[in-house]
């Protein structure tokens, strides 16, 4: 059975603070995906990493992935209270469309 | 920018009743999924749907569950007899291929008394 294992689950901090969040899996994906899901809506698609080691970025946003496509991080600098909300990762691409899901990081970012 | 939409978005029902959740894909996408989160868990994987067929399901989605795609536009998940561990956010997913990017519709809240 696939698993991914999100961490930290919460995270308090201060604008202007940075922060990581880690995706670890014993498993090898062929693409990890990062989400993001505010209350009461589905989850949005941040980025999409496939290659080993590969690093993506998205505005104050940094995605990696790591060499061996088992583990991923995302690095936000100076965060921002629109930051908030619920940062997922899904691991997938072995098996069609189907996502393996980690059980998501709440961030909360105050001003 | 084209979006899936679900409806209802809160549906709550008596143990033991027939739900149907309705979903409408993006309109070029190929590939259709249910997830569902329980509250305070994991968003787990239900089924994936491909050319009128299913192409992949989970241990969760046991002979209670069915999906239909019944015209060209509308994806359905039912529920044949609900249980209260059937509470949960239900969300459709679709994609333009096998390994494209899913996107999420905004979920169907399922409440069974």
């Known amino acids: 059975t696939q698993l991914l294992e999100q961490s930290p689950q919460f995270l308090s901090i201060q604008e202007g603070e940075n922060l990581t969040v880690y995706c670890n899996s014993s498993?090898?994906?062929?693409?990890l995906q990062w989400y993001r899901q505010e209350p009461g809506e589905g989850p949005v698609l941040l980025v999409t990493v496939v290659t080993g080691g590969e690093v993506k970025k998205l505005k104050r946003l940094t995605f990696q992935f790591g060499d061996a496509r088992k583990d991923s991080s995302l690095h936000i600098t100076a965060a921002q209270p629109g930051d908030t909300g619920l940062y997922l990762c899904a691991g997938g691409g072995n098996q069609g469309g189907k996502l393996i899901f980690g059980q998501g990081t709440e961030l909360s970012v105050k001003p | 920018e084209p979006e899936v939409t679900q409806t209802p978005s809160h549906q709550v029902t008596q143990m033991g009743q027939e739900v149907i959740l309705r979903c409408v894909p993006i309109?070029?996408?190929?590939?259709f999924y249910w997830y569902r989160q329980i509250l305070g868990q994991k968003v787990e994987f239900l089924v994936s749907f491909y050319n009128n067929e299913i192409s992949e399901k989970s241990e969760i989605f046991d002979d209670q569950f069915s999906v239909e795609r019944p015209d060209g536009s509308n994806f359905t998940l039912k529920i044949r007899s609900t249980k209260l561990e059937d509470s949960a956010m239900y969300f459709c997913a679709s994609s333009q291929g096998n390994n494209s990017p899913l996107h999420f519709g905004n979920g169907t809240r399922l409440t069974v008394t």
């Open positions: 309109s070029n996408h190929l590939y």
């Open positions: 498993s090898v994906f062929s693409s």
